[in-house]
């Protein structure tokens, strides 16, 4: 229990500097996680800081419907395409993983997102591996609603 109140307050630290900030924004998601197993539902609420030379910091917090603790995922990400209504980026980051007690694993992560013709809403495409662990990856496809955005 105490693992996972640090996590959450980490969580929530993680997040305090993304209040009030300019160009900053929060979302929440739905979709599917593709990996080497069975492809699992997921909801995820997200949370980008603002660009720094075209690089970004962000949290997400990811539940499965197995889930009542949420997975952490930290991530820097460097934007390499942007259109006006599309972008793909690159970073690494670092999992944190419930069943392991949110043990730490190093990602690289790649995003993608794609506005939608409806207001707020977006698709996004969420590719990761794990690079000192096998190479385990993931792909999460997502639909997202922009919940608060700050320009």
Excluded: C
Excluded at 18 to 32: I, K, R, T, Y
Excluded at 42 to 58: K, S
Excluded at 80 to 89: S, V
Excluded at 111 to 120: D, K, N, W
Aim: charged letters at 15%; a neutral charge.
């Amino acid at each position: 229990m105490t693992s996972m109140k640090s996590m959450l307050s980490l969580a929530v630290l993680g997040l305090v500097p993304l209040l009030g900030a300019e160009a900053q924004f929060a979302s929440v998601s739905a979709g599917a996680l593709v990996s080497n197993q069975v492809p699992v539902a997921i909801a995820e609420l997200h949370a980008e800081t603002p660009p720094v030379r075209a690089t970004r910091g962000w949290i997400t917090l990811s539940w499965t419907d197995e889930s009542a603790k949420p997975t952490v995922i930290t991530a820097v990400e460097h934007a390499l395409l942007r259109f006006k209504t599309a972008g793909t980026g690159l970073g690494a980051g670092v999992l944190w993983l419930e069943p392991d007690n949110y043990k730490p694993y190093p990602i690289i992560v790649s995003t993608t997102v794609v506005a939608l013709p409806i207001p707020r809403t977006t698709f996004v495409a969420i590719a990761s591996t794990q690079p000192f662990q096998g190479f385990e990856w993931s792909l999460a496809l997502e639909v997202g609603v922009t919940l608060w955005f700050v320009r």
